[in-house]
């Protein structure tokens, strides 16, 4: 009954690789997040989804796709793999405003290793 | 912008001391307030939010945080650590975004404590 949960949760693959990390919440929240942490451990926000439409899309190459096929998965996928994209990776997802506390739950993560 | 800064990067106590960490932001209208703690090789998992009402916040473990408009500020503390609270300290904040929500993280705390 894992309400947060991400495959694989190791990953690793060589430079100009495709590869894709998947999330699913069984926590019936509406908006869903995909973070990068580096090896510094600085989190950093790349996508954000509500209800599969994108709401937040900071700066980041176009060679993350993130993709919503319902409200409880939000899949990564990462064409060309490059050195710099080593990091572990993580889901999260939370309430909308207006539907109570909305702090946000966070998966397991996926550490990403590209050689 | 919204920014998140935690000043302190590293810490190490020793166990039974006292713990303080600081968090201000950067935004002057109303937020929501978390603090978040990860431990060695572990996702990120909430110790305590603020909303509104009582500006002191307890939170699990012991912990408490105080959040002090004026000055823009939400530091966490506990009275006496254990070696059990080595972990990473994450200070967020939410802001509105439209009819959805904004988080921001700070860079992080590393707290060691030793036995």
């Known amino acids: 009954d894992t309400a947060v949960s991400q495959t694989p949760k190791y990953l690793v693959t060589q430079m100009g690789n495709d590869k894709s990390i998947k999330c699913e919440q069984n926590?019936?929240?509406?908006?869903m997040y995909w973070y990068k942490q580096d090896s510094k451990k600085f989190l950093k926000i790349m996508f954000s989804?509500?209800?599969?439409?994108?709401?937040i899309n900071e700066t980041v190459p176009n060679r993350f796709s993130p993709k919503s096929p319902d409200k409880a998965h939000l899949n990564l996928h990462i064409n060309s793999l490059e050195l710099g994209d080593s990091a572990v990776y993580f889901c999260?997802?939370?309430?909308?405003?207006?539907?109570?506390?909305?702090?946000?739950?966070f998966g397991p993560g996926t550490r990403l290793t590209v050689t | 912008a919204q920014s998140v800064s935690q000043h302190n990067h590293h810490v190490i106590l020793s166990e039974a001391a006292s713990l303080e960490l600081g968090c201000n932001y950067s935004?002057?209208?109303?937020?929501?307030l978390f603090w978040y703690v990860q431990y060695p090789g572990q996702h990120l998992q909430l110790l305590l939010k603020?909303?509104?009402?009582?500006?002191l916040v307890k939170g699990i473990k012991g912990f408490e945080a105080e959040f002090i408009k004026s000055k823009f500020s939400f530091n966490l503390r506990k009275p006496s650590v254990q070696w059990s609270d080595t972990a990473e300290y994450f200070c967020?904040?939410?802001?509105?975004?439209?009819?959805?929500?904004?988080?921001?993280f700070g860079t992080g705390t590393k707290l060691q404590v030793i036995p």
């Open positions: 999260a997802s939370n309430r909308r405003p207006g539907q109570g506390s909305y702090e946000q739950y």
């Open positions: 926590l019936g929240h509406d908006t």
């Open positions: 989804y509500n209800n599969k439409e994108l709401i």
């Open positions: 935004y002057g209208g109303t937020v929501n």
């Open positions: 603020y909303f509104s009402g009582d500006p």
């Open positions: 967020a904040v939410n802001t509105p975004l439209g009819g959805y929500q904004k988080v921001t």
